[in-house]
């Protein structure tokens, strides 16, 4: 495809928000500039410009003109609006990995606090509503070594990645924000799921994970073993 200038790209988009998409569209180079902040003039030259690059057809009509976007101006705003999707929505997670997602990492000894996190009455009974199971109290802790992990994770952290949303609760005078979790096979053979926490002291290049199992003995885990974990995104819609 042709390469075509920003300043024909937005007349093209605006001529298509008159309606010209689909039908014939009286629209008149005053009516365009005035649109476009830019001067009739100026207007005047980027219609015959859109109709030498083929991406309009227009005829006279009054003191006006028919203008009808082509198949050729359609593809050029398909294009555009497939990349600006792709860019806003960022369910691009599958431009980056296949589904099922799969992250792995490796076990390491934490300080307790998820422990005391899933202890909390307000979270456990949402964990069994929503999870379908009653965790044991404790989390397993993976660190991410590679750039591709801790990509990843960011993808799976953003706030469009469909998650399961574990809500937040007061208990006495403290105020325990929202938890989001992801159901995943650990070691494909296990059901849990990964806890997105927002107040935990953990950084960026860990996880937490839960399931109904002591994880360390039921796989016989030590520090420094890696983990395989599947995301089973189609029960997180």
Not at 14 to 37: M, P, V, Y
Not at 136 to 165: C, M, Q, V, W
Not at 198 to 211: C, D, F, K, M, V
């Amino acid at each position: 495809m042709q390469l075509i200038k920003c300043d024909y790209i937005f007349a093209l988009l605006e001529i298509a928000k008159f309606g010209a998409f689909d039908e014939k569209i009286q629209i008149s180079t005053t009516e365009l500039g005035n649109k476009l902040k830019i001067s009739q003039q100026t207007s005047s030259q980027r219609v015959l410009k859109l109709e030498e690059l083929g991406l309009i057809k227009k005829k006279p009509y009054g003191k006006s003109q028919l203008i009808k976007i082509t198949n050729k101006g359609k593809k050029v705003l398909r294009k555009l609006y497939k990349e600006l999707k792709m860019v806003v929505e960022t369910k691009e997670s599958k431009k980056f990995i296949d589904y099922p997602q799969k992250i792995s990492g490796e076990v390491f000894s934490g300080i307790g606090e998820g422990a005391y996190y899933i202890s909390l009455e307000g979270y456990k009974k949402q964990f069994v509503k929503k999870l379908g199971f009653k965790p044991y109290p404790g989390t397993l802790n993976l660190k991410l070594k590679s750039l591709k992990a801790l990509r990843k994770r960011r993808i799976l952290e953003h706030r469009d990645f469909p998650k399961i949303k574990i809500e937040g609760f007061k208990q006495g005078t403290r105020t325990f924000g929202d938890v989001d979790a992801l159901r995943i096979l650990i070691d494909k053979k296990i059901e849990g799921a990964i806890l997105f926490i927002q107040r935990t002291h953990h950084g960026a290049p860990i996880l937490e994970i839960i399931s109904p199992y002591f994880l360390r003995d039921k796989l016989d885990l030590k520090d420094g073993n890696q983990v395989e974990l599947e995301i089973i995104y189609e029960k997180n819609k």
